[in-house]
């Protein structure tokens, strides 16, 4: 595996890569960009050429273009090496299937969910009824294709006995929640249902999600159970608050589109993407989760809610935009006629849907419209925009965008603009960044640490260069080893060099800057040591100990020369 992964390295540059997903900008030898890990205004994100490596200055996250497609399309290894061996060209070399799942369970799993799905794929033809259904709900057989639909017979064990037949056991089935063990053996999970498979970022397999076909006195035609749908449990590979039905299709559309649709359903997905809006992924019925908004906002930070209009809609679409505005993201509602759904939408006319996509109203524009019409007594619209409008604004980054729609609010409710300031201030709520930096602390050096930090990393580089600007690096590391413990002090060094060149690629007094942070390092660590014995001080004159603070104040008297002399 290691010389198919080198030579997909050799085959793709990390600046290509990066730029399908970021806007670069030329930085010296590098490139830069706003970090898509976390949130920035300013530009920390670099990306070394030279090296084939990432750094972000922000969030501390760097590596390879493997690691950075981990990151950035929310896959595990073998997911993000998948799509960079499609993409270089390169076919991934796998061993006997056997051999394959004693080594990674992961993929046995991913290997089970696809066989699984070829199943279903190849009952659906056998079964009219099922293929009737399709065709009545709008779908052509090239969609039903696209979206590896089929169907899961009303059987017990059907799908068991074929992949037994496959080599897979029933451990396999059961961790990847295709079979429900039993006191007289295991049945199959889905029965009498159209299969909707559920994919990761890079088309695999991850889970499952079946619809009822129909019900008939004295049997359930889908007897695993009663209601509509039925998806598939928590398993290693799917955790259903991070995957999103459509995204394998939708990535491309959704990068090339610069926005996303979501809607709430299969069909509304399927549908749309029928009718050529092809930037839409599905909630599948989920509630929406930070997570789903953090992968979306890395393709994109637009977003266009298309959920159903009716009452459960309008709340869902409620929560959403909490979500997404909290991670600064521009949020605009396609409007329904009421009572519709996009699935409803497309049948009676694709160009509608396309439409009202396209015509979709930002989000707090639509509420200003909406409520008025709603309640059209005053004061009860008045609490309705208290309740819905204001906390939108106060989740507002920019400060123009506030005090724009503070001024229609104002309008609106026929009042002063001073009053629904007021309101929008006594919002407090959590920031996106705020809740991932709680959740993800970055742990942060000392001063010192950070100054030897730097200079241990410039004389690395330095050492590697043909040409360096600076001299007699062995005596500047023995003054460094005098000042600073480097052994242990320095956190996580794999980008100490990359920082230096980063920072320091295109000065011109590289030497005088290296001696600037040997003096600030120096003055670092006379600064605490003087800190340090004013404390002896203090307890030595609270103890009555004269002796001992005559000392130490001669000590504080030369620390502080010390000082004086030591200027940065």
Not at 76 to 97: C, M, N, Q, W, Y
Request: charged fraction near 30%; glycine fraction near 6%.
């Amino acid at each position: 595996m290691s010389s198919v992964i080198e030579e997909i390295k050799s085959r793709l540059n990390i600046v290509d890569i990066a730029r399908s997903y970021l806007t670069l900008e030329p930085a010296g030898g590098n490139f830069k960009a706003r970090c898509p890990f976390h949130n920035e205004r300013t530009p920390s994100f670099f990306i070394s050429p030279a090296r084939q490596t990432y750094h972000c200055f922000g969030c501390n996250r760097g590596g390879d273009l493997i690691s950075f497609v981990e990151e950035i399309e929310g896959l595990d290894f073998s997911g993000a090496l998948k799509i960079l061996a499609e993409r270089a060209g390169v076919e991934l070399t796998r061993g006997r299937p056997e051999a394959r799942e004693d080594r990674d369970k992961r993929e046995m799993l991913y290997r089970t969910l696809d066989l699984a799905s070829k199943f279903y794929e190849a009952v659906l033809l056998k079964f009219p009824e099922a293929l009737e259904y399709l065709k009545k709900r709008g779908l052509t057989d090239e969609t039903t294709k696209k979206f590896r639909i089929g169907f899961a017979p009303d059987e017990w064990r059907s799908l068991g006995d074929f992949l037994v037949k496959k080599g897979v056991s029933e451990e396999a089935m059961e961790k990847a929640g295709l079979i429900v063990p039993s006191p007289k053996g295991f049945y199959d999970r889905f029965r009498g249902r159209v299969m909707f498979p559920i994919a990761d970022s890079s088309g695999r397999i991850i889970a499952f999600s079946g619809r009822i076909l129909k019900e008939r006195e004295g049997k359930t035609l889908g007897a695993s159970a009663g209601a509509k749908y039925v998806n598939s449990p928590e398993t290693e590979v799917f955790h259903k608050s991070r995957a999103l039905f459509g995204f394998h299709q939708a990535k491309e559309s959704m990068r090339h589109e610069n926005s996303c649709v979501l809607v709430e359903g299969q069909m509304d997905l399927i549908l749309s993407h029928q009718a050529g809006v092809t930037n839409t992924v599905a909630s599948s019925g989920t509630a929406l989760t930070t997570d789903h908004l953090s992968l979306i906002k890395r393709f994109t930070k637009n977003l266009v809610l298309a959920f159903d209009a009716d009452d459960a809609g309008l709340a869902a679409a409620h929560r959403a935009i909490g979500l997404a505005l909290a991670q600064d993201m521009s949020v605009r509602i396609a409007t329904l006629p009421r009572g519709t759904d996009p699935a409803d939408l497309v049948l009676e006319d694709p160009k509608e849907w396309q439409s009202a996509v396209r015509e979709a109203k930002p989000v707090i524009d639509f509420y200003l419209e909406l409520l008025p019409m709603l309640y059209p007594d005053t004061t009860a619209l008045r609490a309705k925009v208290s309740e819905i409008i204001v906390p939108f604004i106060a989740l507002l980054r920019s400060a123009i965008d506030q005090g724009h729609y503070v001024g229609s609010v104002a309008k609106l409710l026929n009042v002063k603009e001073d009053p629904v300031w007021e309101e929008v201030k006594k919002q407090v709520l959590p920031r996106a960044g705020e809740m991932e930096k709680e959740k993800n602390p970055i742990p942060v050096l000392p001063r010192k640490a950070r100054i030897a930090r730097t200079i241990e990393g410039v004389l690395l580089w330095q050492e590697k260069e043909q040409h360096a600007k600076i001299v007699d690096i062995p005596t500047l590391r023995t003054r460094l080893r005098h000042l600073f413990d480097t052994s242990d002090s320095l956190g996580d060094r794999s980008n100490l060099v990359f920082e230096a060149e980063t920072r320091f690629y295109e000065s011109e007094t590289l030497a005088r800057e290296i001696e600037e942070l040997f003096l600030a390092l120096e003055n670092e660590i006379v600064r605490d040591r003087f800190v340090e014995k004013m404390q002896e001080l203090k307890y030595a004159e609270e103890r009555g100990d004269t002796a001992k603070a005559q000392t130490l104040l001669v000590e504080c008297q030369e620390l502080s020369q010390k000082l004086h002399v030591i200027k940065p």
